[in-house]
């Protein structure tokens, strides 16, 4: 059974950071293409940051490039999304996303807000 349960989230003020973890069960993180995804109230879900599998070649959208840094620790099968110079447009809820040989899972998410 996979699992990804993420944490992380809060309150922060605009211009502050905060580091996202989805620790994963039921697979292994640096075997499956994995995914941080965002969805803000009224809008749809869209990807946010990418890490494939091997290699780990990363990719983000255009609007958290150079602010967010996609990573994983393979010894704890954990994701981590480090978000920096956050912004109010940032807040959303954010889920975690593994892509297992046809089957996309999801994490529960976790809300994020971001103060002006």
């Known amino acids: 059974q996979v699992q990804l349960v993420e944490s992380g989230g809060g309150l922060v003020q605009a211009g502050g950071s905060l580091r996202l973890s989805c620790a994963a069960s039921g697979i292994i993180v640096s075997r499956n293409d994995m995914g941080w995804y965002r969805q803000a109230p009224g809008k749809q879900r869209m990807l946010v940051a990418y890490i494939s599998s091997g290699g780990g070649s990363t990719n983000y959208v255009d609007s958290v490039k150079g602010r967010f840094t996609i990573s994983r620790d393979n010894a704890k099968n954990t994701v981590y999304l480090q978000m920096n110079s956050l912004k109010p447009e940032d807040t959303a809820v954010y889920y975690c996303?593994?892509?297992?040989?046809?089957?996309?899972?999801w994490g529960q998410g976790t809300q994020v807000t971001v103060s002006s």
């Open positions: 996303n593994a892509l297992h040989i046809t089957t996309n899972y």
